[in-house]
């Protein structure tokens, strides 16, 4: 492919072997290609030929960005070196310059910032930005930009001046009028009174940016006279409050204006005929042949922290609206925030009638004024007959004393002839749950965005026209029998958000086969809200690390056997499976535990269509890495767990028959996960149902499968059931044990199974994984405090419990990895968060 601009190729390209072989003209293509330009300093120390050819390269120099180093005064030397290179380079390559950047640091800065800019060609710079960290260079530093022909943009910026010094603008006004500027930019602690009749004799101005960071802004009305401005923006960054604030230029007489900006921090107020305000931004587009008037130019409007001023609230905002709206552009967008309305009145009060008409979209936040704004909302909608969005924000941030708040929900937004898009978010405990709609012949509202409600009102049902709608609440929400009857009577819903209830897991598979539910099945119980969904990891953890204790205690505990009547060790691990025990907390067979994870995770994939985005992925990764360093960590702890006489192919099998048990495991956690999400059991039916189905399997099939197979008792395969009932009957130390293990397995297995109903199955195999570490601390706890001199239990802290350590620490973080990248959803889901419902606190996440 040939490069455009590139001559072609005269020379034999075999005989090109290196970059030195290349021809100049195009190895400085090649150099600008690569973009260079922050290696500049570098490649020109290269070499003669590589200094060359970049000095000659045209578009390695079209920007020249120059920052002055900073070199202590008394170094003198240093900088005349710096000065002579600079001028060394300027003398190369200021032919080509058309964009230049300096940023000068101290007083002497103002020397070669005047030398850099007498040094630039006339006729080809168009752009110069000067940036003065802690002195403005001086007015004659400034004054070689009046040969400067061609410079249409101008950026002075004295940010990090100190108020003490003096006015780095004081000069400009003298120069100003002498430059061809198209885009003026002025950053600096104040902007003297001069700077504005100055302004008003660039003819040429089209775009005007005006910074001041010292609360000294000018009256700047008279800018009105340029009426050939696109782009206005004034800010006031200061904290000095003026007596008199500062009066802004009308927007209605910039005839070209597209884009103008008004703002001020700190509570400080400006003045635009009779409105004090913060802040006020307008924007235009070009409408085309779209809605309204085609070729009209759309505008929007915001407003913040606007009050009219207090001889002139008989009137209204009308008088004075006009004059904030260029009078060729049509207002599309209206926005209020943090505003009082004084006597709101009429809605012809906020806008005249013909702008009421042609409004689009509108959006009230935070606003102050009567308690009582059911009437003016209800006025606005009426007011505003093409409206298609209405947006409505209450949540006392502004005023709370005065703050707007509907006691009923406005009913009129179900009615309108044209909206289609309604968002109402109120933080204030209203009575919003018996709305009452009028007929709906013709219904057209098709998004609904409330934030308020308790539950679900059944008269939604009448909004056919309805297809997404997100429901948040600071309260406890209800779904209800009347909500799921009024959702599936909505035919056109495609996404549905809730926030934390109860009964969404009822809903039909029909209901949910229409939606796009992000509450989906993994969040039916979330009805419960997060504090049971901790209480269930909490109960999960620590009934399966008592599960495990007792586990370890019952094969720890003597009692007499059937034959001779000496004691035994109560070693029954069919029996202790009987009693609802899963397997012994071995070394080896913990550290294989990670499987059941990924398992779990690649079967809630397949079967349960969850989706998992990286951050769930490698949430389960660091849980298994976690479970293998602990594992090893206890294989190097006690090698007696392997022992020598089992070979190499016992013990690889051994551990195959480990990864399917797992394997199955997480196979039953997805199957529990289905029972609970798609055909809505509750989870204590699950357990109870599976206890049954356990018991009667050990007792019917394999306790007595496993008392005829051959072998010695509790060393193989053969168990002898009569000699565990014997022992249990003969001490009692063992029977108390039995009986809390079954207690505590059982708590266990309930609370797995909420957590699973509550949060999804990954989640719940993850915590389960958490009991290692619990039962690890535990077992230091014992070894060194309540076991005996025999240290039949616990565990002491050896070399290899730091390795033991970092595994938890993996574990751990691998959990909490997989808990804050937020629950996996269905395939169908969205995860559009209720952005107004977080910042309210709610937690629902679409």
Not at 71 to 83: M, S
Not at 104 to 125: E, G, M
Not at 443 to 467: M, Q
């Amino acid at each position: 492919m040939e490069a455009a601009g590139l001559p072609q190729p005269v020379w034999d390209v075999s005989a090109v072997s290196s970059l030195d072989d290349l021809p100049d003209q195009l190895l400085g293509h090649i150099f600008a290609l690569a973009g260079l330009k922050g290696l500049l300093p570098s490649a020109l120390l290269v070499c003669k030929r590589w200094q060359a050819v970049l000095y000659a390269t045209p578009a390695l120099w079209r920007r020249l960005e120059l920052e002055a180093p900073n070199i202590p005064a008394e170094a003198a030397a240093r900088w005349a070196a710096w000065e002579a290179a600079l001028d060394r380079l300027l003398r190369r390559v200021s032919g080509v310059v058309a964009a230049a950047r300096l940023a000068s640091r101290s007083r002497r800065d103002a020397h070669w910032v005047s030398n850099t800019l007498h040094q630039l060609q006339p006729a080809t710079v168009t752009d110069v930005s000067i940036l003065a960290y802690q002195l403005p260079p001086s007015v004659a530093a400034l004054e070689p930009l009046r040969r400067l022909t061609q410079l249409s943009s101008l950026q002075l910026n004295c940010e990090g001046v100190r108020p003490a010094e003096s006015d780095p603008l004081a000069g400009l006004a003298r120069l100003l009028p002498a430059l061809p500027l198209r885009r003026l930019q002025l950053d600096a602690r104040g902007l003297p009174p001069g700077i504005v009749s100055a302004l008003v004799q660039l003819s040429s101005l089209s775009e005007l940016h005006l910074v001041s960071r010292a609360g000294r802004l000018p009256d700047l009305h008279h800018l009105t006279a340029l009426a050939q401005l696109r782009q206005l923006h004034v800010e006031d960054r200061g904290g000095h409050h003026s007596i008199q604030p500062p009066q802004l230029p009308a927007p209605a007489n910039f005839e070209q204006l597209e884009q103008y900006s008004f703002h001020s921090l700190l509570g400080k107020c400006l003045l635009l005929g009779g409105l004090m305000l913060e802040g006020i931004r307008f924007s235009c587009t070009s409408n085309g042949m779209g809605a309204g008037l085609p070729g009209a130019a759309q505008g929007t409007l915001n407003l913040t922290g606007a009050r009219v001023l207090p001889p002139r609230e008989q009137s209204g905002w009308q008088p004075w609206l006009p004059s904030a709206v260029p009078r060729s552009k049509q207002l599309h967008s209206f926005g209020l925030l943090a505003c009082g309305f004084g006597l709101p009145g009429a809605a012809s009060s906020l806008l005249g009638p013909q702008q009421w008409a042609q409004l689009r979209e509108l959006c009230l936040q935070d606003c102050c004024g009567p308690t009582d704004m059911d009437g003016v909302v209800a006025e606005l909608l009426a007011a505003a007959p093409q409206l298609t969005q209405l947006k409505l924000v209450l949540s006392g941030a502004g005023d709370p004393a005065h703050a707007i708040r509907l006691h009923t929900f406005p009913a009129a937004i179900f009615s309108h002839p044209s909206l289609t898009k309604a968002e109402v978010l109120s933080v204030f405990e209203e009575d919003w749950d018996s709305l009452h709609l009028p007929p709906l012949p013709d219904p057209r509202l098709e998004v609904l965005h409330v934030v308020g409600f308790r539950r679900l009102p059944p008269t939604l049902a009448a909004v056919t026209s309805l297809t997404e709608l997100r429901l948040g609440s600071t309260r406890p929400f209800r779904l209800g029998k009347s909500g799921l009857a009024a959702l599936q009577q909505l035919p056109r819903l495609a996404m549905l958000a809730l926030p934390p209830l109860s009964g969404l897991h009822r809903l039909s598979a029909a209901a949910k086969a229409h939606w796009l539910c992000a509450s989906g099945p993994e969040m039916s119980s979330q009805g419960n809200g997060k504090l049971s969904a901790r209480l269930g990891g909490a109960a999960l953890v620590v009934t399966g690390s008592g599960s495990t204790l007792l586990s370890k205690s019952l094969y720890g505990v003597r009692a007499p056997r059937m034959a001779d009547g000496r004691p035994k060790l109560f070693r029954k691990p069919l029996a202790n499976t009987t009693l609802m025990f899963f397997g012994m907390a071995l070394l080896l067979p913990l550290m294989l535990r990670g499987s059941e994870i990924v398992f779990t995770a690649l079967l809630a994939v397949v079967f349960l269509r969850r989706r998992l985005t990286r951050r769930h992925a490698g949430g389960p990764a660091l849980v298994v890495m976690g479970i293998a360093v602990v594992g090893a960590a206890g294989l190097l702890a006690h090698p007696q767990v392997a022992p020598s006489d089992v070979s190499r192919r016992h013990a690889f099998a051994g551990m195959v028959i480990t990864v399917l048990s797992e394997a199955l495991h997480a196979a039953q956690i997805v199957v529990e996960d289905h029972y609970l999400s798609n055909l809505h059991l509750e989870p204590l039916t699950v357990v109870g149902v599976e206890g049954v189905l356990g018991v009667a399997t050990m007792l019917g099939l394999v306790l007595p499968l496993a008392q005829h197979l051959p072998g010695a008792d509790g060393k193989g395969l053969h168990e002898d059931t009569w000699d565990s009932l014997y022992m249990l009957r003969h001490s009692g130390q063992l029977r108390a044990v039995a009986l809390s293990y079954v207690a505590v397995a059982g708590a266990f297995n309930l609370s797995g199974m909420m957590m699973t109903d509550s949060v999804g199955a990954v989640y719940r195999t993850m915590l389960e994984s958490l009991r290692m570490l619990s039962v690890w601390v535990l077992d230091l706890v014992i070894w060194y405090t309540l076991d005996g001199e025999d240290h039949r239990f616990g565990e002491p802290w050896t070399v290899a419990s730091w390795l033991q350590a970092a595994g938890f620490a993996l574990l751990v973080a691998g959990t909490a990895l997989y808990a804050n990248a937020g629950l996996p959803h269905s395939s169908n889901s969205s995860a559009d968060p209720v952005a107004a419902q977080a910042a309210a606190g709610s937690g629902s996440a679409a």
